[in-house]
T-cell receptor, first 112, second 114 residues
């Protein structure tokens, strides 16, 4: 079946530090991959996505590259801010289905 | 984009009672989904709410426990029936955007069952 495994948290960083959240997946075919973010007190919102191998999604300084050879979609940001404190979810959508499978979420806290 | 209003935002309920969660969207959408997020776990799809027909439930979820209504293309409700402490979770309403890939989420309902 389809599944997503992401790095366990919580992760605590200082401002301007480099952030990486690992995400690997299991799926048949060529799924689309997503990162969703949930800020405190808000609903999930799409951060970035990639729909085919070697695509790079980017938004708000975050990047993730769809690596089919390693079945990974790691999220990175070069210099985090306090406002990046949130829970981050990796997700996949199979090519033949509308349903998304989510990872467990990684809580990130950025200290000033 | 779609703006989703979900309420209540949180509630504390007694064992054996039921709670109905409402989800209102600011535009007509074909597909609405209900997710559960248990403490420390990922989001799990409960069901797909279909307008004009019964909801489609995922494995492990049944209509008697989680009845869903979808009276029109902008509104849905999820009821958590005969609650037990194991039902304590965040429940999320979600809709699919025009791109058929992007999901929009409500802010969730934090449910605690005593």
């Amino acid at each position: 079946g389809n599944s997503v495994t992401q790095m366990e948290g919580p992760v605590t960083l200082s401002e301007e530090a480099f952030l990486t959240i690992n995400c690997t997946y299991t799926a048949t075919g060529y799924p689309s991959l997503f990162w969703y973010v949930q800020y405190p007190g808000e609903g999930l919102q799409l951060l970035l996505k990639a729909t085919k191998a070697d695509d790079k999604g980017s938004n708000k300084g975050f990047e993730a590259t769809y690596r089919k050879e390693t079945t990974s979609f790691h999220l990175e940001k070069g210099s985090v801010q306090v406002s990046d404190s949130a829970v981050y979810f990796c997700a996949l959508q199979p090519s033949n289905d509308y349903k998304l499978s989510f990872g467990a979420g990684t809580t990130v806290t950025v200290r000033a | 984009s779609a703006v989703i209003s979900q309420k209540p935002s949180r509630d504390i309920c007694q064992r054996g009672t039921s709670l109905t969660i409402q989800c209102q969207v600011d535009s007509q959408v074909t597909m609405m989904f209900w997710y559960r997020q248990q403490p420390g776990q990922s989001l799990t799809l409960i069901a797909t709410a279909n307008q004009g027909s019964e909801a489609t439930y995922e494995s492990g979820f049944v209509i008697d426990k989680f009845p869903i209504s979808r009276p029109n293309l902008t509104f849905s409700t999820l009821t958590v029936s005969n609650m037990s402490p194991e039902d304590s979770s965040i429940y999320l309403c979600s809709v699919r955007g025009d791109s058929n890939e992007k999901l929009f989420f409500g802010s969730g309902t934090q449910l605690s069952v005593l």
